[in-house]
């Protein structure tokens, strides 16, 4: 399933972009790709485009709170280059890679109240199949929430029944990846206390050290 910022699967969705592209002309307001290195050993799913970030950047998770909790964390296990998503002008800093991992999301368009539709999540299946097909044996996928979680277990053809979601939970799938569970970084999520920095980065300590070249 090849992906395209020209993609309208989805009506609602796709109209959705249209208005917020008259309202925000400066933002990219179009589906989002994936960002990082394709076929490396740690793959992110998340939900989908936030308004004011990816939406506006064109990068997931770059311009709001969860993607500043996220590149913070993985630059601080080695997964990025820099803790900093964007430059001085606010906009996708050009500089930063990610040479250990690749970001995505279960939905690549932005969702009116961040709400994706079950049919819209299955229309997106396909490009979330394609980027696990692209992961060697023994690599790890993070699920940022429930939808995330699900979205990787259909896309593998997994019984969600079981592989039960919960935060720092860790599955084996019968293909030889790793699924790991965090909630998802979200601004409400922190600001509840649900999730905390110690808990986001504590998962991500633990894909590092399941990452590690095991000794001969």
Known sequence: MAFSTDCRLCPRLAGFLDQVRV??????????SSFGKTGGRFLIVGLAPGMHGANRTGRPFTGDFAGNLLYGSLHKYGFASSAEPLDAAGNANPALSLPNCRI?????CLPPQNK???????????FVAEELSLLPKGSAIMALGTIAHQAVLTALQLRKSSYEFGHGARHTLPNGQTLFDSYHCSRYNTQTKRLTTAMFEAVIAEIAMHLQPQPA
């Open 23 to 32: 309202e925000h002309p400066d933002y990219h307001a179009l589906p989002v």
């Open 104 to 108: 995505t999301n279960a939905v690549r």
């Open 116 to 126: 994706p539709e079950p049919g819209e999540i299955r229309n997106c299946n396909g």
